[in-house]
């Protein structure tokens, strides 16, 4: 039981984070520096993996785009890169550290600038929230759990794993997995402050929710990007709620 008590303090003191803007309270067992190194290491495997975009315009315009988001992040310490992939999967992502990705084929849902800001946003939010680290804490925390529970309860080593298992972890780790619901509200909520300060319209935020809503009853295909973002009614309204908290200056 020692090793149990030290495992947990360990956890406790392990790290607690703040998110930007929401101010929630995390608990993120990664330091910045390993996340952002897996970010990089993931960034890597992304651009191998991928067909890069040949076009120097639609490249320009979204660097552009990122590039005025990143610049009213705060974190300067980001490398970031903005990176347009030729692929009709409407998806974007952005990797800790600041290696941003858009599909071409988010892009022809996102009908103006302000949208693809609102998209921009969204997805440098959960990096800037690092919400990647703290699922991944999460799910290594509930494992270590499990196994000090089964210890403290005295279940047989063979059979810590199965209790482990039964405990519902799972031991894949992933940076590009849905999010739940409470980070989705809290990058919408950080997403359409950025777009907003770097100077785009927020209302198109919501315009933008509304076709993917649109699509998705229509039963057009936008899987992977929506099923980690479900574009319903109880988002469109949590932003419409939060528009009209932004600051009267920008
Ligand atoms: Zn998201």
């Not at 991944?136 to 759990?145: H, K, V």
């Not at 929710?209 to 229509?218: F, G, Q, R, T, V």
């Amino acid at each position: 039981m020692k090793l149990a008590r030290f495992v947990l303090i360990g956890l406790l003191l392990g790290g607690c984070a703040t998110a930007p803007l929401t101010n929630r309270t995390q608990f993120i067992m990664i330091s910045s520096e390993q996340e952002m190194a897996l970010g990089a290491t993931e960034a890597q495997k992304v651009v191998q993996s991928s067909k890069l975009s040949g076009d120097k315009a639609l490249q320009a315009r979204i660097k552009r785009i990122g590039e005025r988001i990143a610049a009213v992040s705060g974190r300067s310490d980001y490398v970031w890169e903005f990176n347009v992939i030729q692929d009709d999967t409407p998806n974007a992502f952005c990797l800790p550290g600041g290696k941003v990705f858009f599909y071409t084929g988010i892009l022809k849902i996102t009908e103006n600038d302000d949208q693809i800001a609102t998209v921009m946003g969204h997805e440098i939010a959960h990096a800037l929230a690092r919400h990647g680290a703290e699922r991944m804490s999460m799910q290594s925390a509930s494992n270590i759990g499990a196994q000090v529970l089964a210890a403290a309860l005295n279940v047989p080593p063979e059979y810590r794993d199965l209790y482990a298992q039964a405990y519902g972890v799972t031991s894949q780790v992933g940076l590009i997995l849905p999010y739940s619901r409470k980070f989705e509200n809290e990058a919408d909520q950080i997403g359409v402050y950025l777009m907003w300060k770097a100077g785009y319209n927020p209302a198109q935020a919501l315009k933008f929710w509304e076709n993917m809503e649109k699509l998705s009853s229509k039963g057009q295909k936008a899987p992977a990007f929506l099923s980690t973002h479900p574009a319903d009614s109880e988002r469109i309204k949590a932003i419409r709620d939060y528009i009209p908290l932004l600051p009267a200056q920008r």
